[in-house]
């Protein structure tokens, strides 16, 4: 019995058999809790598959609870998902953003590789904001669910929000029962998060070509144009690898690039600020950093209405509408030209052509 591959990779080579563990004897402890085929065994042998040129190819196996993947495999419209470690404090540099993540059930379970997307970035948030960004994509039903479960087997009080360490995943997929397969080849049993695999290594290449040709078509997007997110990685050209986040994680990335606080007032309620885009998607804008603006959600309208703007220099600029149709804006007209808060990456700071589209096409010059 083997998986259904033929119809991905039609002329894989007998690269990768995966056997099913019945023919082994049950392994002790089994519990399925879902509609999973037999685990399997994995035997890899070299490949010679044709390259896709500017993927990425390195990967991360990080290991998952069953009820996370069941939650979110019920939710297949949920594509960009929140992969919290409530306990890690430090920023998740086992891949950069554009390469693949891969989700493992705990070997105690079912030890199956379930599903992955791609990896595209990392935050440290409350846990209310993780709930405010991403909602069902934390795999849970509700807010106090997801207190729930991290708080575990020390519950959360109800004023505790604790900074959780976010894993912020894009494009994301849970394969069908044919697509599942056996643990990653050496991946110990009591590994208990993850590791790392260099996907073009020939010892792990014909298990992974497999999983990844799963993935493709919904993976990495590639240009040359913009400067921010974009990296140098491990790929199969030289050229640049540039991820586009999604809009859950615009929403996160911009929530922290900009200390948490409106990029022109300053306000630190960030139940009140919104991650606003420079030029919006509809109008041909990018969920990326260089094209957002931390703001206060009044801001924001002012913003998109053409009453603010933000030049090259990064100097608020004023629109005399604000004071002629309102008869109000002092607040505002006393910081015309001044730079506003910025982040502290030059490169994830606003973009010139997006803030002189703005002006050109949205701000009330007169």
Avoid at 280 to 297: K, T
Wanted: proline content about 7%; aromatic content about 12%.
């Amino acid at each position: 019995m083997l998986c259904r591959f033929s119809s991905v990779l039609p002329s894989l080579p007998g690269a990768l058999s995966l056997i099913p563990s019945a023919a082994r004897g049950p392994r002790r402890g089994s519990r399925p809790a879902v509609s999973l085929r037999p685990q399997f065994a994995v035997v890899v042998t070299r490949v010679s598959l044709p390259r896709v040129h500017n993927i990425a190819v390195r990967g991360y196996v990080g290991v998952t609870d069953q009820g996370w993947y069941e939650f979110l495999r019920s939710h297949p419209e949920q594509t960009e998902v929140n992969f919290w470690r409530p306990r890690d404090k430090s920023r998740f540099g086992a891949i950069i953003p554009g390469e693949y993540f891969f989700f493992k059930l705990k070997a105690s379970v079912h030890n199956l590789v379930v599903g992955g997307g791609v990896f595209v970035g990392w935050e440290l948030v409350p846990l209310s904001a993780a709930w405010e960004f991403y909602g069902y994509g934390n795999g849970a039903a509700s807010l106090d669910e997801l207190r729930a479960l991290i708080g575990g087997l020390n519950p959360l009080g109800p004023g505790d929000d604790p900074e959780i360490g976010c894993v912020l995943l894009k494009d994301v997929i849970f394969f069908d029962d044919a697509g599942i397969a056996g643990p990653p080849p050496e991946f110990a049993r009591n590994i208990v998060q993850g590791r790392t695999y260099e996907l073009d290594d020939p010892r792990y290449g014909g298990y992974f070509d497999i999983l990844t040709a799963q993935l493709e078509g919904q993976v990495v997007e590639l240009g040359q144009g913009g400067p921010s997110w974009r990296h140098h990685g491990p790929m199969f050209s030289d050229r640049f690898t540039r991820v586009r986040l999604g809009q859950n994680g615009f929403r996160t990335t911009i929530f922290n690039a900009y200390h948490r606080r409106c990029a022109i007032t300053g306000t630190k309620i960030w139940p009140a600020l919104d991650a606003a885009h420079i030029r919006p998607v509809a109008q041909g804008g990018e969920h990326r950093i260089d094209n957002g603006l931390l703001l206060r959600s009044d801001v924001h309208t002012m913003f998109d209405r053409g009453y603010l703007g933000v030049d090259p220099s990064h100097r608020l600029q004023v629109s005399p509408r604000l004071r002629d149709e309102f008869g109000n804006g002092e607040q505002f007209y006393s910081k015309i030209g001044e730079v506003i808060a910025l982040p502290d990456r030059k490169t994830d700071r606003p973009y010139r052509e997006f803030l002189e589209w703005h002006l050109d096409t949205v701000f009330r010059a007169s």
